[in-house]
């Protein structure tokens, strides 16, 4: 596609559901970026995949969140039993492998209610 | 590890005038890449302006440029002839290529008619 898609855009969830997040990225991008962004904060990295392998997982928070990336191209975040600090932005973005651009999705902002 | 500090939560410019946004940043790398990305309230993060550290000449793109001091590790957006759309969020970046990309905190920016 022309750019990178997430879906859905919106997403309301009653505390202790379990939501999952959609990225599409830019056609031929390897590299696939998850960001979470609390309101009036800046994105914090959640995780990174190369292709379809996790090369970093670091910024999850707990082990309730879980990426995955299974044929390198779509990716989907996972978020089981959501709290209520789980409420953000959640941003995916691509770049080629050795690019020096990541280009970003519009997002989808996630509310537990 | 690297950190991206922007000590100005919010600033506020006249039309048609210049304003500069500050941002400093940690790393013990050599190579890297600075960027200024804008977040209107859509939330799609839009790259402003891109920085190569190996380069000594600050970056330009039409009535945006930076300020890039490599040894004080400081990299300033000035926006020139300031307009209406410029208002937004402007996030400073850092990126060691093949790795995660650190956000500052952020600046708002509000453009008075």
């Known amino acids: 596609g022309a750019g990178v898609s997430q879906s859905p855009r919106y997403k309301v969830a009653k505390r202790g559901q379990d939501v999952a997040l959609r990225c599409d990225p830019i056609s031929g991008h390897v590299s696939l970026f998850w960001y979470q962004q609390a309101l009036g904060q800046g994105p914090e990295f959640l995780t990174y995949?190369?292709?379809?392998?996790?090369?970093?997982k670091s910024g999850l928070p707990s082990d309730r969140f879980f990426a995955e990336r299974p044929e390198g191209s779509v990716s989907t975040l996972k978020i089981q039993r959501t709290q209520q600090e789980d409420s953000a932005v959640y941003l995916c973005?691509?770049?080629?492998?050795?690019?020096?651009?990541?280009?970003f999705g519009q997002g989808t902002r996630l509310t537990v209610v | 590890a690297q950190t991206v500090t922007q000590s100005q939560p919010e600033m506020s410019v006249q039309e048609a005038e210049t304003v500069t946004l500050s941002c400093t940043y940690d790393?013990?790398?050599?190579?890297?890449?600075l960027f200024w990305y804008k977040q209107p309230p859509s939330r799609q993060m839009i790259l402003v302006i891109r920085?190569?550290?190996?380069?000594?000449q600050n970056a330009t793109e039409n009535r945006f440029s930076v300020n890039f001091q490599k040894a004080a590790k400081s990299f300033s957006l000035k926006i020139s002839d300031s307009q209406l759309g410029d208002a937004a969020m402007y996030f400073c970046a850092y990126w060691k290529r093949a790795q995660k990309l650190v956000f500052g905190q952020g600046t708002r920016l509000t453009i008075n008619p």
């Open positions: 790393t013990s790398e050599s190579d890297y890449y």
């Open positions: 973005a691509s770049s080629i492998a050795q690019g020096v651009e990541a280009f």
């Open positions: 995949f190369q292709n379809e392998a996790q090369l970093d």
């Open positions: 920085q190569e550290a190996y380069k000594q």
